[in-house]
């Protein structure tokens, strides 16, 4: 059984940071393009940073360049999403996700997802 399961959430003031780690099981993804979504209620859920399959190339939203990173260790299976400076406005819970194309494709769709893990910015 192909999961992932997302980790690292938790409640941190505004400025301060958390990283998220996505660990997978049941199949490798080292050849995969995975990525980090985001949702809060009423809102759809919005693509937050995505990775190709190597980490050569990276994607982020505009409203968390420069202060998010993702990255990835394809030895164990996991991608992670390094946040800092964080703001009230990224209280969201974060879904990791995969998609079967290597590198990340803002345009396809997501293969796999994760049950997400819920991170909370107070002010």
């Known amino acids: 059984q192909v999961q992932l399961v997302e980790s690292g959430g938790g409640l941190v003031q505004a400025g301060g940071s958390l990283r998220l780690s996505c660990a997978a099981s049941?199949?490798?993804?080292?050849?995969?393009?995975m990525g980090w979504f985001r949702q809060t209620p009423g809102k759809e859920r919005e693509l937050v940073a995505g990775i190709s399959w190597n980490g050569g190339s990276t994607y982020y939203a505009d409203s968390v360049k420069g202060r998010f990173t993702i990255s990835r260790d394809n030895a164990k299976n996991t991608v992670y999403l390094q946040m800092n400076s964080l703001k009230p406005e990224d209280t969201a819970v974060y879904y990791c996700?995969?998609?079967?194309?290597?590198?990340?494709?803002?345009?396809?769709?997501?293969?796999?997802w994760g049950r997400g893990t819920l991170v909370t910015v107070s002010s």
């Open positions: 049941g199949r490798t993804f080292s050849r995969n393009a």
């Open positions: 996700a995969a998609q079967y194309s290597s590198s990340w494709s803002p345009n396809d769709g997501v293969n796999y």
